[in-house]
């Protein structure tokens, strides 16, 4: 009996879930030269503006030049946080696979209508625009309760830290908030070099501790930083200030390349095939000669960051001239790590134009010349990394005394080397004049 009843319970369960159908009439509304079509954005964040229950104002701007460009913002009532969806990036820049509509249902005059949103790309010119559905990222708002605009500067406290982090905190995912985490143990400089890890057992006991105190930023010169009065070319540019404690867990591709794959490792093919320039397939086998594990997994450290600096830089380069720079490849086709990928954006791109100038690209290549005096214990031929960079002997010349380097004669009939002479004395890096015919 008590089963029956229990069956009975279901089925009058369903019978209340079942909805009643309704004979409804479609009506299709095509595009209107005068009318815009309706614009459709979705919260990832998980705010909900039904269950917030003022009406959020919202807004749609559109650019004057570009008239495709797009931007939907929502702000919430009494809220420090404002919502913008662009259909010129994020989403609604990647390639559309379906087309998209919005049904509305009139219970009452028993109609379906449907009308054709802004979100489906056409090849021909027409009224729709050319955008995706929009995602409604989250963003500050500054102190004054205004939006922030573009190009204006935000005052931002360091003891409090950047407004992005709470913005993340509050509605960033689970991998946003471990990422930005990650990047702020990089962003910290550790005062106690016995928190440096093993990669720099071997110079800290070459520093100078008066020395060290006094290690200057790169605010003055454009090159990595360095410390002027420094005794040893260790000491000149301080390793942990070029590769931070906290990216050194990601640089073991090649160490664990050598380990899992040891006859493709022989074979230098197949490093091209997997983008490692010739500087680093030259140096392997100086890799795989070192017995001490704690100096060979700097010298390993010391060349996959040579590795992600030039794919970087190859990226960076490409994507200077074009209307809509993207860097994914740099990540995806480089396999360059995440941690460190978003270090080299702040470090070497323009936070405005998000391209690479002219001064950000200098600096990078003297971020990887240093790391090649190191790999070549400060006395380093430059014929690979010419090849690299694609910069001849005579161009490339100019950098490294920018760094305060000085060539090394081997002989008459031999190319000089680049050395490091401490303490350093610097050349300014002259620009070359272009002679214009008349």
């Given amino acids: 009996m008590a089963e029956k009843e229990c069956i009975r319970d279901t089925a009058s369960r369903r019978e209340k879930k079942k909805r009643k159908k309704m004979e409804l009439e479609m009506e299709v509304l095509s595009e209107t030269a005068d009318r815009m079509a309706p614009v459709v954005g979705y919260f990832p964040s998980g705010y909900d503006p039904v269950a917030a229950g003022a009406d959020p104002d919202i807004k749609l701007f559109r650019n004057k030049k570009n008239p495709n460009r797009l931007e939907l913002v929502v702000r919430p009532d009494d809220c420090n946080v404002e919502f913008v969806g662009k259909s010129y990036a994020g989403e609604a820049a990647l390639p559309q696979l379906c087309t998209y509509a919005l049904g509305v249902v009139d219970k009452e005059t028993q109609t379906l209508k449907i009308f054709p949103i802004a979100a489906n790309k056409h090849d021909k010119l027409v009224i729709c625009e050319s955008i995706q559905i929009l995602r409604l990222e989250p963003r500050l708002i500054n102190g004054f309760g205004e939006p922030t605009k573009v190009g204006e500067e935000v005052v931002i406290d360091e003891k409090k830290g950047h407004p992005m982090a709470d913005l993340i905190h509050l509605y960033g995912t689970k991998k946003a908030k471990n ?8 962003n910290q400089t550790p005062d106690d070099p016995s928190v440096l890890g093993p990669l720099e057992v071997g110079t800290d006991g070459n520093l100078n501790d008066e020395a060290s105190k006094d290690i200057k930023e790169p605010l003055d010169r454009n090159i990595p930083p360095y410390d002027p009065s420094a005794v ?15 990216e050194r867990g990601y640089l073991k591709d090649i160490l664990e390349t050598l380990e899992l794959e040891p006859n493709n490792a022989r074979n230098a093919k197949f490093w091209e095939r997997n983008y490692y320039p010739s500087f680093v397939i030259h140096r392997l086998s100086k890799l795989r000669e070192i017995q001490d594990e704690v100096e060979k997994t700097q010298f390993a450290c010391i060349l996959s960051y040579i590795t992600h600096l030039i794919n970087f830089r190859k990226v960076a380069e490409s994507a200077r001239w074009k209307d809509r720079p993207d860097y994914t490849e740099a990540m995806s086709k480089f396999m360059i790590p995440s941690v460190v990928f978003h270090r080299f954006l702040a470090l070497f791109l323009d936070p405005v134009s998000n391209v690479i100038s002219s001064e950000k690209s200098e600096l990078l290549i003297c971020y990887i010349l240093v790391l090649t005096l190191y790999a070549d214990d400060f006395l380093t031929d430059s014929t690979d990394i010419e090849k690299d960079l694609a910069i001849t002997r005579e161009s490339l010349r100019p950098y490294f005394l920018h760094l305060g380097c000085k060539a090394h004669s081997l002989g008459p009939s031999k ?17 070359r004049r272009v002679r214009v015919r008349r």
């Fill in 179 to 186: 990422m930005a985490s990650k990047r702020k143990s990089i």
């Fill in 415 to 431: 190319k000089s080397k680049m050395t490091l002479p401490v303490p350093l004395v610097f050349q300014d890096l002259k620009k």
């Fill in 232 to 246: 040893t070319p260790q000491s000149a540019y301080p390793l942990y200030r070029i590769i931070p404690k906290g």
